[in-house]
């Protein structure tokens, strides 16, 4: 008995560290998003249960020091991303994210992560942001919104996550529906503004992924945001 109980708690142990594959959540996005972002949350409303069962896997995992970095990273943007659509398809039909909680409702702790409660901001600004000072996760974290950078339809993977960052980098920047770029006046999402200082220089940042080079003159102007859903 003493060896079975001995087994079992190395059993637990690695258990606890193990790394969800995101399979189910990679299968899930390519079914219900679109190439260019937008979120069929009707259908996934009327199929709930298989996200229930997406963020039940993020619920019971924890993020550990022994993983590399890009593991944590990409876990964490995974995760903001499925809490963001859980969110949304639980108060489902909605037109705009800000309708939920007085327009605040990133600030709610409702997610809860190996046994602690997080809001949508715990992840993004006291994890994400601070730890892993990466700009480019401006572009992966989804905010359910029109003028957000489209959601992935796909998982991001630790092991592929920093080819993936610089892909949708690239494609978010030369998009023309949130950025006009040219050599001597570039008009950004509004992103940019918002989180000026993760970009540093904002036209070296630019030039690093547009197709249109900026010239160091260049005038910045930001766009309205759009708040509406970015889906059905």
Excluded at 43 to 66: G, H, M, Q, W, Y
Excluded at 182 to 208: M, R
Aim: aromatic letters at 14%; hydrophobic letters at 35%.
């Amino acid at each position: 008995m003493r060896y079975i109980f001995v087994f079992l708690l190395w059993s637990i142990g690695q258990t606890s560290e193990a790394q969800p594959d995101y399979k189910s959540w990679d299968t899930f996005l390519k079914k219900y998003v679109s190439a260019t972002g937008d979120v069929d949350y009707k259908s996934i409303k009327t199929n709930k249960k298989e996200l229930d069962a997406i963020t039940k896997t993020f619920r019971s995992a924890s993020v550990l020091p022994s993983w590399s970095k890009s593991d944590q990273l990409a876990f964490w943007i995974n995760a903001y991303n499925a809490f963001t659509i859980d969110l949304i398809v639980n108060n489902y039909p909605l037109k705009s994210i800000q309708g939920l909680d007085g327009g605040k409702p990133w600030d709610v702790k409702r997610i809860n992560i190996g046994g602690k409660k997080y809001s949508l901001n715990n992840i993004e600004n006291d994890i994400i942001r601070p730890q892993f000072k990466d700009a480019r996760i401006h572009f992966a974290v989804n905010c359910a919104a029109k003028s957000c950078p489209p959601i992935l339809n796909g998982a991001f993977f630790g092991k592929t996550l920093d080819t993936q960052l610089d892909d949708v980098t690239k494609k978010f920047i030369n998009n023309k529906k949130y950025q006009t770029i040219s050599s001597s006046n570039i008009t950004l999402s509004k992103i940019f503004d918002w989180y000026g200082a993760d970009f540093g220089d904002i036209v070296t940042f630019i030039n690093k992924y547009s197709n249109v080079k900026v010239n160091k003159s260049a005038t910045i102007a930001y766009k309205d945001y759009d708040w509406a859903l970015n889906g059905k």
